[in-house]
C-alpha cells in the first residue's frame, strides 16, 4: 500500500505571496493532519481534516487553512507568506479510528525569502 | 492533554539496549501512551502505543507501571540507524492531534 505523499517536496517563495501544498493519504485512510515543523518551535499541529470537515486546529493565525477534497486529498494553503513561515509542513493520514496512530508523509520543504 | 518530561538526549553503542523515560504525572484515566520516532529530514513514524503493562511489538517494547506516571520506551540491541528523536505522547484517543514535546535525541555510536 503506497505511503503518505505530498508535494511539492521543495518550494521557495518571496514574503507576501501565498503557497498550496497538497497532501494524498494512505488509501483508505479519511483522516488527514497538518503539522508545521520548524527547529525553534518543533513539531506544532496545524489543523485536522475528516470526511471533508475540519475536526480540530491549532494555534495558527488565519493565514493558514486547508481542505479536504471527497477522495481524501488534501491541501493547505498560507498566505501573506512572511519570513517565519519557513519550515518543514507535514502531512499525516489515520483511518480515524486510531488517531493516535497516524502515517506521516515526506513533508515540504518551504523556504520564504 | 498531559504534559511530558522526557530526556533531551541520549548516547548509546551499537548492540546495546537503549531505555528512554517519560514522566507524565498528570496523565488521565482516558490517556494512552505514544512513542513515535524520527530521523532527520523526514515525518515521523509510530513506534508503539499502550495503556498499562507492557506492550511488545517487532520494534520495541513499552513497560507502564500500575501507577502510568512514567513509561519507558526500550529498544533492544540498537544499530547505527536507530539513531533519531524518539516522542512520548499522552492523550485521549478523542483527541484529533498529536502534541509533539522536544523528545530526546538518541545518538548510536558504533
Known amino acids: 500500500k503506497a505511503g503518505v505523499t505530498q508535494t511539492p517536496r521543495y518550494l521557495i517563495k518571496t514574503r507576501g505571496q501565498q503557497v498550496t501544498l497538497s497532501c494524498s493519504p494512505i488509501?483508505?485512510?479519511?483522516?488527514v493532519s497538518w503539522y508545521q515543523q520548524t527547529p525553534g518551535q518543533g513539531l506544532q499541529f496545524l489543523f485536522e481534516y475528516f470526511s471533508e470537515t475540519q475536526r480540530n486546529k491549532g494555534n495558527f493565525p488565519g493565514r493558514f487553512s486547508g481542505r479536504q477534497f471527497s477522495n481524501s486529498r488534501s491541501e493547505m494553503n498560507v498566505s501573506t507568506l512572511e519570513l517565519g513561515d519557513s519550515a518543514l509542513y507535514l502531512c499525516?493520514?489515520?483511518?480515524?479510528?486510531?488517531?493516535?496512530?497516524?502515517?506521516f508523509g515526506p513533508g515540504t520543504r518551504l523556504t520564504v525569502t | 492533554l498531559a504534559k511530558t518530561t522526557q530526556p533531551i538526549s541520549m548516547d548509546s553503542y551499537e548492540g546495546q539496549e537503549v531505555n528512554i523515560t517519560c514522566s507524565h504525572n498528570n496523565i488521565a484515566t482516558n490517556d494512552y501512551i505514544t512513542w513515535y520516532q524520527q530521523f532527520p529530514s523526514q515525518g515521523p513514524r509510530f513506534i508503539i502505543q499502550?495503556?498499562?503493562t507492557k506492550v511488545t511489538n517487532e520494534v520495541a517494547s513499552l513497560f507502564i507501571p500500575a501507577d502510568r506516571k512514567s513509561s519507558t520506551l526500550s529498544l533492544p540491541r540498537v544499530s547505527l540507524s536507530d539513531t533519531a528523536v524518539y516522542y512520548c505522547l499522552v492523550g485521549d484517543e478523542d483527541d484529533y492531534k498529536l502534541s509533539f514535546g522536544a523528545g530526546t535525541t538518541v545518538t548510536v555510536r558504533a
Open positions: 488509501s483508505g485512510h479519511r483522516s
Open positions: 499525516a493520514s489515520s483511518s480515524g479510528l486510531e488517531r493516535y496512530e497516524q502515517y
Open positions: 499502550g495503556y498499562k
